[in-house]
């Protein structure tokens, strides 16, 4: 969320930051309803004010004054019972309002209602010119023997189970994305796959994204999309020493979505999958935009460093402001080439929120004047499977069918080529 005293003091940089992101907000509403709380509280202040002093009065008033003053206390007393139920309840529309206030984008987001708004900034690597008719990944899983069928029959649709060498060299993506981390001095973590509202509010994904996510029944726990609904929770309501930011974490966790509304789109193979999994960059910065920005550019790198690695032709993407979401102050998106489709698709989403996410979180540090600030926060995919083996698969694949290892992947797979199930 955004400070509300900038609201105030900046309403029309936030009525241009709504229609620029597209969020269906009243922005006086949100001012009107302001106003009414500030009242409220200025008419209990008075009461409670009036209250004690009448309190006061009582054990010094003369004998026949006090029965006055007593019924006077207890009216003010109902009173001040009524202004703090309508306060509580004008507080918590409010805070319901503030949520879906949006960050401002910074000055080079493109202007766009989507993301057919996306500005590409740069290609990197040539996509792969084939001697053969190459094969798309769902031909190759089948060709190979590499992904069980059956499991479709065991947890429905959009799930996935591989097999052989394949399952093999999932794992090993995920142990080289997290070795890859700590050479960049990020912490590795394994996450759980689950946390409570509070954390969702905390990243942004409620109220706005509440379908994508999976509540578990019986229990105040949600299913989480990424590794950043935890790490982003972690060091709530605590005050961080200057001296420890930035905070760098490479959070590893099964990631779960529901997939609402994208029924016909990516049904077939890896790309679109209920159940999936994730290495996190996150980072936890001084509120200096200076530091927020070197921290986007250090998240950049790594994931254009570990597509290099991987050997895939990419492209990076200045992503618009009505595609990158409310709380984005700046998002830059990393796509592959797939060679079956012959365009790119996403992998990588770097995004640098300010202190948006820190206000819903309680992320705060104490700066070197000892003033408690709200920090800043960052975020981007290191990698995530099963989309990544669409890449590697068709990119990588021989003319028999095969699946070419990186150079970088072969000490984690043990071998040079994926072989077919025996």
């Known amino acids: 969320m955004v400070d509300l005293k900038r609201i105030r003091q900046e309403p029309e940089v936030f009525r241009e930051a709504i229609r620029l992101k597209g969020v269906r907000l009243d922005l006086d509403e949100v001012l009107a309803l302001d106003e009414e709380v500030q009242g409220l509280k200025k008419q209990l202040q008075e009461v409670q004010t009036e209250r004690n002093q009448i309190a006061k009065q009582v054990p010094k008033a003369p004998p026949e004054e006090r029965p006055l003053l007593v019924a006077r206390g207890k009216a003010l007393a109902e009173e001040a019972k009524g202004l703090e139920e309508a306060l509580r309840e004008k507080e918590a529309k409010l805070w319901e309002l503030l949520l879906q206030v949006p960050l401002p984008p910074w000055p080079g987001a493109p202007v766009g209602p989507d993301d057919s708004a996306n500005v590409e900034i740069k290609r990197v690597g040539t996509p792969p010119e084939f001697s053969f008719p190459p094969l798309d990944h769902v031909s190759l899983l089948e060709k190979n023997g ?9 947890s429905g649709s959009r799930t996935y189970a591989l097999r052989c060498d394949l399952a093999l060299y999932e794992l090993a993506l995920l142990r080289f994305a997290m070795d890859f981390m700590v050479k960049k001095g990020f912490t590795p973590l394994t996450l759980p796959s689950y946390a409570r509202e509070k954390a969702f509010i905390g990243t942004g994904h409620f109220p706005a994204a509440r379908d994508q996510v999976w509540p578990i029944a019986g229990t105040d726990l949600y299913l989480t999309g990424t590794a950043e609904v935890v790490l982003n929770a972690l060091h709530s309501g605590e005050i961080l020493r200057y001296e420890e930011l930035p905070k760098r974490y490479a959070g590893y966790a ?59 032709p990419y492209r990076l993407l200045e992503v618009s402001t009505g595609d990158m979401g409310p709380g984005k102050w700046r998002q830059v998106d990393l796509e592959v080439f797939v060679p079956s489709e012959g365009r790119y698709r996403e992998t990588h989403s770097c995004s640098a929120l300010l202190d948006w996410q820190a206000r819903r979180a309680d992320l705060r540090y104490r700066d070197p004047e000892g003033k408690v600030q709200y920090a800043y926060t960052l975020n981007n995919t290191a990698l995530a499977t099963p989309r990544i083996l669409v890449m590697l698969l068709e990119n990588h694949q021989l003319p028999d069918g095969r699946v070419r290892v990186p150079e970088a992947l072969v000490p984690y797979v043990g071998k040079e080529v994926l072989e077919p199930c025996g």
């Open 146 to 154: 590499w992904w069980e069928p059956r499991v479709s029959q065991v």
């Open 254 to 312: 099964p990631a779960f979505r529901s997939e609402a509304g994208s029924f016909g789109k990516d049904v077939r193979g890896l790309m679109r999958v209920h159940q999936f999994h994730k290495v996190e960059q996150y980072v936890l910065t001084e509120a200096r935009l200076e530091a927020s920005d070197q921290a986007f550019q250090e998240l950049l790198t790594n994931a254009e460093e570990i597509l290099r690695l991987l050997e895939l």
